[in-house]
């Protein structure tokens, strides 16, 4: 990692390559954003929206092929290409120095470098690290300010830590045949030209706490993941904390923030992150998580005050809007906005919406970027320096049939390897292809900064390290009769599985054993006040043999993927899985890693 006395030199010589205009270093201030708002709005890259409704608020619309993560052009440099493993793109460091190097050859030209240090994590926090990223976008800096503490707060930090993780962005042309996100995770390093979307030029974000904090978190013993953080409250004022992992369009964002119909008997959701977890083993023998973020960057389609009223609420002032349509008094709207298309509504590229048209108004990847301190839900421990206590981990997926609505593992490898089989359905909204199961562990497959199969590895083992681990439980809210029909009705309804959850924790909440783990009698849930027939419930709980025994073969075909390097106990694990359901199994390849 580069230290601090190398910071100076590493932004003279990002000067030297990219060419700036002049250079800015950023102190965080209010002033100092105030400015970068205003030279923002003369040049046209924002829009304010309506003083009274959405006070300090802003619209900014990307080029329309800029609109999204590019995974296809997303690369780790890491010495061998077996390191970063099948689900990754390779490139040779060297080539990647020279050739996408060439790209930043004078490409801040005539504008202004700034020069962004950030903090992941609380400050004062033994487990946050420091960041800098250097971009030529004003857009990146206003959101950096919003996703982590950056400014003065960081560099102190930096005075004790050391060493920070350098970041260059450059808009470049904005062409996608010259746009590049790299890594070099030897060097804690990263390189991002030709986009200004958030996943691709908001390095702190999945660049840094995920690719490249994964890869020092398995040198170091810990866990980067791409987990939400929160605290389920019971009627004694007791909370538990829980992590969940879901791949995206389940929701995750929703559960995070999840309001709770029980909270007339004292259950209530307390949010500490949305995205991103840091866990590591306390000293106590628990699993201890940190949000590293400082702010929320989620979809606004289907954001409502029905599927999400704390981020509704968490949004309407000091925040950024990404790609969503503007109402004509000024108001930011999209689809699942649950409000009808004001007429006269401008839609994310700037021309008037169609009401009957088939463009969406919104872009469906439309974001808003607000003030994690500004959610109602959020916890008083969101910047514990320590972190919060993880008493379970949830992993979950979008399945119509096969996963039931929650389900225990056994024990810890065994929730390992449930992560690690963790897959989902496609909507329409993310692929135009609909219903197509993708495999996407532990919901990291684009955010795993080295070989998937060591990482399987590294769950284990940290696991194996803990006196107290926490639970594993996989959920699917989207378990449908044959029919088509949602057996569960999700949203809030979901604190009740929650429940269970915490019953388990304590060691209590009646389960049945079954093939796949422990799933709860029906007698087990609370569903008063629900008007939900039994039957729909004992539906949403089953396990379907048939369905399961087809899983058993793609899960196999997965894990052949990463060959020698998937563990010995995964394959343990899935031929077990096998047994139970009565299935036969070809063997393992016999080259499987013993760990
Ligand atoms: O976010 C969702 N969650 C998690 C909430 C804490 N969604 C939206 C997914 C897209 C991001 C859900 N959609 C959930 C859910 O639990 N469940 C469903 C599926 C569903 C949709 C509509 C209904 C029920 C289930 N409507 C009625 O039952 C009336
Ligand atoms: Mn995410």
């Known amino acids: ?27 965080g201030s209010e002033a100092e954003v105030d400015r970068l708002i205003g030279l923002m709005l003369d ?92 971009t030529d976008s004003p857009y990146v800096v206003a959101n950096m300010r919003i996703m982590t503490r950056m400014g003065r707060v960081a560099l102190d930090h930096l005075k004790n830590a050391g060493e920070f993780s350098p970041g260059l962005h450059s808009l470049g042309d904005l062409s996608p045949d010259r746009r590049f996100i790299v890594h070099f995770p030897e060097e804690r390093l990263i390189w991002s030209i030709g986009s200004g979307y958030g996943g691709n030029a908001l390095l702190g974000k999945k660049c840094f706490a ?17 987990m939400l953080i929160l605290g389920l409250e019971d009627p004694e004022g007791r909370v538990t904390y829980m992590a969940a992992a879901f791949p995206s369009a389940c929701g995750k964002t929703n559960l995070a923030m999840l309001a709770s119909p029980l909270a007339h008997l004292g259950y209530k959701v307390w949010t500490v992150g949305d995205d991103i977890a840091w866990m590591r083993v306390g000293p106590d ?12 960057f989620g979809v606004a389609p289907g954001t409502n005050s029905q599927s999400n009223p704390n981020a509704i609420a968490a949004l309407n002032k000091n925040s950024i809007f990404t790609n969503v349509g ?34 969406p ?37 979008r399945r119509r049939r096969v996963a039931p609505l929650v389900y225990q593992s056994f024990d810890w490898p065994h929730g390992v390897f449930v992560g690690a089989s963790m897959a989902s359905e496609t909507t329409a909204a993310a692929t135009g292809q609909v219903g197509v199961t993708r495999r996407d562990p532990m919901a990291m497959l684009p955010f795993c900064g080295y070989n998937m199969g060591d990482y399987f590895g590294h769950w284990l083992s940290v696991g194996a390290r803990m006196a107290r681990p926490p639970l594993i439980f996989h959920v699917n809210w989207f378990r449908q009769s044959a029919a088509g029909i949602f057996l569960w009705p999700g949203f809030g309804e979901n604190v009740r599985v929650l429940r269970w959850i915490l019953d388990r924790v304590r060691g209590g ?12 009698t029906p007698a087990a849930l609370d569903l008063d006040g629900l008007g939900i027939p039994p039957e729909t419930v004992r539906a949403a709980l089953e396990v379907d043999r048939e369905s399961w025994v087809a899983e058993i073969s793609e899960q196999r075909e997965f894990f052949q993927k990463f060959g020698d390097r998937t563990p010995a106990r995964i394959w343990e694990e899935h031929r077990r899985l096998a047994a139970r359901l009565k299935c036969a199994v070809d063997a393992p390849p016999a080259a499987s890693r013993a760990d």
């Not at 580069?2 to 990002?14: I, P």
């Not at 995920?210 to 791409?226: K, M, N, Y």
Request: charged share 25%; proline share 9%; hydrophobic share 35%.
């Open 1 to 27: 990692m580069a230290s601090n006395h190398s910071l100076d030199a590493w932004v003279e010589e990002s000067a030297r390559l990219t060419r700036p205009k002049d250079i800015h270093w950023c102190d």
């Open 285 to 296: 023998g628990r699993l201890w998580a940190i949000n590293p973020e400082a702010g929320f």
């Open 361 to 397: 108004v919104a872009h469906p990847n439309a974001r808003y970027t607000a003030p994690a301190r500004q959610c109602p839900s959020i916890s008083p421990e969101w910047e514990s320096p320590e972190g919060v206590p993880i008493s379970a981990i949830l992993f979950g997926g």
């Open 210 to 226: 995920l690719r490249i904090a994964s890869w020092i978190a398995r040198q170091q013993g810990w866990l980067a993941e791409h």
């Open 43 to 134: 040049q046209g890259d924002l829009v304010r929206l309506s003083e009274t409704r959405h006070p300090n608020c802003y619209l900014h619309r990307s080029h329309p092929t800029d609109v999204s993560r590019t995974e296809h052009l997303t690369f780790i440099c890491a010495a061998r290409p077996e390191d970063v493993g099948p689900t990754n793109n390779w490139m040779d460091p060297q080539k990647a120095r020279t050739e996408v190097g060439r790209l930043f050859d004078g490409a801040m030209r005539g504008r202004t470098m700034y020069v962004v240090p950030y903090l992941m994590g609380p400050a004062g926090s033994a487990h946050s690290r420091v960041g800098v990223e250097i």
């Open 509 to 520: 909440g009646e389960a049945r054993e079954t093939e796949i783990g422990y799933v709860p």
């Open 326 to 359: 503007l109402t004509p008094d000024l108001r930011p709207w999209w689809e699942g906005i649950s409000e009808p298309l004001p007429a006269g509504t401008i839609d994310w590229r700037g021309r008037s919406a169609d009401p009957n048209g088939a463009d």
